[in-house]
T-cell receptor, first 116, second 117 residues
Framework: AQKITQTQPGMFVQEKEAVTLDCTYDTSDQSYGLFWYKQPSSGEMIFLIYQGSYDEQNATEGRYSLNFQKARKSANLVISASQLGDSAMYFCAMRGGMDSSYKLIFGSGTRLLVRP | DTGVSQNPRHKITKRGQNVTFRCDPISEHNRLYWYRQTLGQGPEFLTYFQNEAQLEKSRLLSDRFSAERPKGSFSTLEIQRTEQGDSAMYLC???????????????FGNGTRLTVT
């Protein structure tokens, strides 16, 4: 079974600064995928970034990057140059490589507030 | 690609009533998922369809819950004899893994927020 742990219920960051949101995971699968989603107050889940367990490089998508440390089973999201519009809930999720459903298992999330 | 559409956006019902939600996935996606999200928590998997076949159900999906995807396109989630504990956001997602396999994300709708009074 897969499990995602996000230990930061809430985070503050000053506009234009970088912030790291923590995510640790547990799985017995050798192959798996890690995802980050953003959920603004409107409720929609917005896909941000993906990291495969066999990817050699850390994933990057614009201002988002993933600090993937496989031995530590962590996949932290780094947001650079924070903007006011980044204020939202952020969820880490994983997909097991042996799961033919391709469903995602989510953590409990981190609420990020960007201060002007 | 018009995205995943869910209706209604909000539903208020009295305890004991039945409710039904609809999800229209992205048209070329053959996989459809229902999740439930309570306040302050991450989405929890409920059930999954591949085309019209319901292939997996979570233990969270009690006998009062039923989901269908009759023609492999839109899906409905029905809750019978609603209870206050059913109050939550119900999210639908779709995906296609042709070619990309496990790298493809789930694409979510805006959800239906259910309040049981």
């Amino acid at each position: 079974a897969q499990k995602i742990t996000q230990t930061q219920p809430g985070m503050f960051v000053q506009e234009k600064e970088a912030v790291t949101l923590d995510c640790t995971y547990d799985t017995s699968d050798q192959s798996y995928g890690l995802f980050w989603y953003k959920q603004p107050s409107s409720g929609e889940m917005i896909f941000l970034i993906y990291q495969g367990s066999y990817d050699e490089q850390n994933a990057t998508e614009g201002r988002y990057s993933l600090n993937f440390q496989k031995a530590r089973k962590s996949a932290n999201l780094v947001i650079s140059a924070s903007q006011l519009g980044d204020s939202a809930m952020y969820f880490c999720a994983m997909r097991g490589g042996m799961d033919s459903s391709y469903k995602l298992i989510f953590g409990s999330g981190t609420r990020l507030l960007v201060r002007p | 690609d018009t995205g995943v559409s869910q209706n209604p956006r909000h539903k208020i019902t009295k305890r004991g009533q039945n409710v039904t939600f609809r999800c229209d996935p992205i048209s070329e996606h053959n996989r459809l998922y229902w999740y439930r999200q309570t306040l302050g928590q991450g989405p929890e998997f409920l059930t999954y369809f591949q085309n019209e076949a319901q292939l997996e159900k979570s233990r969270l999906l009690s006998d009062r819950f039923s989901a269908e995807r009759p023609k492999g396109s839109f899906s409905t989630l029905e809750i019978q004899r609603t209870e206050q504990g059913d109050s939550a956001m119900y999210l639908c997602a779709s995906s296609s893994h042709e070619g990309a396999g496990g790298r493809s994300p789930l694409h979510f709708g805006n959800g239906t927020r259910l309040t049981v009074t």
